[in-house]
């Protein structure tokens, strides 16, 4: 029973580990994948963005005359920020996808046999 116990605790950890190590790969070329795609859609062309510039150095103005470089970064800082966001989002989705196939195997398995009962103590 000793040796069951610990193989089970080390199959458990290391599927931990194991299942942590993928998630987080994941994670990082999604948030990398978000980010190449967002920088493509913040353009100098794109009015909504030259708006947000503005309006950035303008609230920046009291801070000095480097107004429009910290403008710049904080755009960056947020785009940084919506790209980690959308990779959360995608890996929660695929937990989502995991757990809900994982229910419907749980649902679909058969009860397995009663064991028969132990002997006497002999």
Do not use: C
């Amino acid at each position: 029973m000793k040796n069951a116990s610990g193989l089970y605790n080390l199959t458990r950890n290391l599927g931990g580990a194991v299942g942590l190590a993928g998630l987080t790969t994941i994670l990082n070329d999604r948030t990398d994948l978000h980010l190449a795609r967002l920088h493509e859609a913040v353009t100098w062309s794109r009015p909504g963005v030259l708006e947000t510039l503005d309006a950035l150095t303008t609230r920046f103005q009291s801070y000095g005359s480097d107004a429009k470089a910290m403008a710049l970064k904080q755009l960056m800082l947020l785009t940084h920020q919506q790209g980690v966001v959308m990779a959360f989002a995608d890996v929660f989705f695929l937990l989502t996808l995991l757990f809900v196939g994982l229910a419907a195997l749980a649902i679909i398995m058969k009860k397995p046999n009663q064991a028969a009962p132990a002997g006497g103590g002999h």
